[in-house]
């Protein structure tokens, strides 16, 4: 092979290289992104139930005291 052969060869070695290493950032950063939003939604449904637990309580007591 010649040498400029070689160096365009190396060069979208290169350029390849970096877009892989650039969309590996981008797929971890989306993966912090779904784990924050899943802890989020683990939190509202904690918040969920503890409300409809506390409905359900309320609509206990009046039940109870017809």
């Known amino acids: 092979m010649?040498?400029?052969?070689?160096a365009d060869m190396s060069s979208k070695e290169s350029e390849f290289k970096a877009e892989?290493?650039?969309?590996f950032?981008?797929?971890?950063?989306?993966?912090s992104k779904m784990q924050k939003d899943q802890e989020e939604i683990?939190?509202?449904k904690a918040e969920?139930?503890?409300?409809?637990?506390n409905i359900e309580?309320?609509?206990?007591h009046v039940a109870a005291n017809r």
């Open 48 to 53: 969920t139930r503890a409300i409809l637990a």
């Open 25 to 31: 950032r981008e797929i971890e950063l989306e993966h």
């Open 57 to 60: 309580s309320s609509l206990n």
């Open 2 to 6: 010649n040498k400029s052969l070689t």
């Open 42 to 44: 683990d939190l509202l």
């Open 20 to 23: 892989i290493e650039r969309m």
